[in-house]
């Protein structure tokens, strides 16, 4: 083997820093690009957002370092005892005369790196309940918008129109972002965020999401297991249908949603319910109301006929006591007039009496009854003076006349010699 030449005579003295800087070009120019696989250790997330870390085998070590800005696709997969595959160039570090790649992609190294990855998340974000069965929120059953996240292109958001079309047409949006890279995870994060922002003014908010990607290996469906979208999807006021890959495909944002559907075509079937069912459903429902309530009127009509039945005939409860009015209005007719028979005679008894006791009476036999002028009853000659104004009632008729001085001086007298009064007891029998 041919000795290379040397790049700087035996004799040279070169500084530290002229010899660091002399490494520096001579290893990234024979290392421009290369790919190492090794298991991640001792990783270091800077606040400035550079990674550092180092890879290993069993007989050896190399730092590496990501800086801000290329590992934004891959930096959550930068975990210790993750084994990957990197790509990126050879340099030099020379505060501490080491050498180290500076990654540019990163990628776990195989299937089975991916699965061990996803079951530690998978752990981690179970932990903090974001899977937990009490977060789930219902499905309105009748959305009146749904919105989906996916790419623009391609069979999926095809395939979630027509079928929503043919269940019940309804409006469609479409989220579009792209569903496999290293961008991707973050752009379905914001799309989810994004839909949850709008406030149903300027722009229709939709009552459900579908979040949804066709099939596709581990590796194309990763971004739907970062914790970014996962996080997006669990924090999301709106109800999500996860709908990522096949039927046998699972991802962690199968887990935040809430729901599952196995695929594409499937969300769609569970966003919607099929519009000829429902009116069918309605017209069933339409027609047991109908059925239910006859059946109440049916029951009662007979419930008051068996009452009624209980019941006397009102016409012939009315009629009986009718002629019980009648029984006591004749025994009243027949009580009043013995009544007034009663109450007759006894007024004639009295009449009678009344006649037998009247003065007049008394005037039949010859008597007669002497008033003054103002109708009072002269009894004695005493109180008659001589041309007082008198009237002289007989049986038959009065007589008015005027009394002599001379003749009621000598009655007086005769009166008085006699002890008693010259016409008698004007009531004595």
Not at 82 to 111: F, W
Not at 176 to 185: I, N, T
Not at 264 to 292: C, F, M, W
Request: hydrophobic share 40%.
């Amino acid at each position: 083997m041919e000795k290379p030449e040397a790049l700087v005579k035996d004799d040279t003295v070169l500084s530290v820093s002229a010899l660091s800087a002399l490494l520096k070009g001579v290893v990234e120019t024979a290392f421009t690009k290369v790919k190492i696989r090794g298991e991640i250790s001792g990783a270091k997330h800077a606040a400035s957002g550079h990674i550092y870390f180092t890879l290993k085998d069993e007989d050896a070590v190399i730092d590496a370092v990501s800086w801000r800005g290329q590992n934004a696709g891959f930096a959550s997969l930068i975990k210790d005892g993750l084994e990957v595959v990197v790509t990126g160039k050879i340099t030099t570090y020379p505060m501490h005369s080491k050498y180290q790649i500076v990654v540019d992609s990163l990628e776990p190294a195989g299937e089975g790196a991916l699965l061990k990855l996803l079951e530690e998340l998978k752990k981690k974000l179970a932990a903090e309940g974001l899977f937990d069965v009490g977060r789930k929120k219902p499905i309105p059953y009748l959305p009146q918008c749904i919105g989906v996240v996916s790419s623009p292109t391609g069979a999926v958001i095809r395939d979630i129109i027509h079928r929503v079309k043919d269940r019940f047409p309804m409006r469609v949006v479409l989220w579009p972002c792209l569903v496999q890279g290293a961008e991707a995870a973050e752009k379905i994060a914001e799309a989810i965020e994004g839909f949850n922002r709008f406030d149903g003014v300027d722009f229709p908010r939709p009552d459900v999401l579908i979040v949804a990607r066709g099939g596709g290996s581990i590796e194309d469906l990763w971004p739907f297991n970062e914790e970014i979208v996962v996080r997006a999807a669990a924090k999301s006021d709106i109800p999500i249908i996860s709908a990522v890959g096949h039927e046998t495909d699972t991802t962690l944002i199968d887990y935040a949603a809430d729901l599952r559907a196995p695929t594409p075509t499937g969300a769609a079937e569970l966003a919607t319910p099929v519009r000829a069912e429902l009116l069918s459903q309605v017209i069933k429902s339409k027609g047991r109301i109908g059925d239910a309530i006859n059946r109440i009127l049916s029951e009662n009509q007979t419930r008051v006929e068996g009452l009624c039945r209980g019941i006397p005939n009102l016409k012939e409860l009315v009629e009986m006591y009718v002629q019980r009015l009648d029984e006591k209005t004749e025994r009243l007719d027949a009580d009043f007039k013995a009544y007034i028979k009663s109450v007759t005679d006894k007024l004639g008894f009295l009449v009678r009496n009344l006649e037998l006791c009247s003065y007049n009476r008394v005037l039949e036999r010859g008597f007669a009854l002497v008033t003054n002028a103002g109708g009072k009853l002269v009894s004695s000659a005493k109180a008659v003076l001589p041309c007082d104004a008198l009237r002289i009632k007989f049986a038959d008729g009065e007589v008015a006349v005027t009394a002599d001085g001379a003749q009621i001086k000598k009655a007086s007298v005769r009166a008085r010699s006699k002890g008693e009064d010259s016409q008698g007891d004007l009531f004595s029998n």
